[in-house]
């Protein structure tokens, strides 16, 4: 399984739970919450209307991400330098250490987890990088020095599942 049917099945599996929550657990809070009389006062009823919203947001941005993804077609990224969705290892010039990204939408990006968003500075600046590249990224921290050493494209990557 490719990188992007991983990242369908999660997404697919938070918009379930979502759903489940829309249209089976908040109607039978707002229910109970109705039951205990005068909705104006009722603290209970708000909450599980502003979840409900919230979920209903949540939902609809989760659709749309996942159109984006099924529509998006990988044979417009490239196969011989950084892109979307690459694994790129990196040698951090200024402290002699190694890292290693992936280059991810911004509704992906977990830095922590060394995915990184496309548009943020260090992801702008590998994309259409290839082995030995060095980048400067102004970053809030300042500037950093980045050596490319290795990729793999979103191409290797699902071959290689």
């Known amino acids: ?30 229910a109970e919450a109705a039951a205990h009389g005068d909705l104006s006062e009722n603290a209970e009823h708000e909450a599980a209307k502003e979840r409900k919203d ?40 200024d402290n002699d250490e190694e890292i290693t990204y992936q280059l991810v939408s911004p509704d992906e990006s977990d830095p922590k987890q060394g995915k990184i968003s496309m548009t943020s500075p260090i992801g702008h600046a590998l994309a259409g990088c290839v082995d030995g590249d060095e980048i400067t990224v102004v970053t809030p921290r300042g500037e950093r020095n980045y050596e490319v050493i290795s990729f793999t494209t979103i191409h290797e990557s699902d071959k290689a599942s």
């Open 1 to 30: 399984m490719g990188i992007r049917e991983d990242l369908l099945k999660k997404l697919n599996a938070e918009i379930s739970t979502l759903e489940r929550e829309l249209k089976v657990d908040l109607p039978r809070q707002l």
């Open 54 to 93: 919230t979920v209903t947001g949540m939902l609809l941005k989760m659709y749309e991400r996942r159109q984006g993804i099924s529509n998006m077609n990988t044979a417009q990224i490239s196969t011989d330098s950084v892109g979307f969705w690459s694994t790129v290892e990196v040698l951090d010039l």
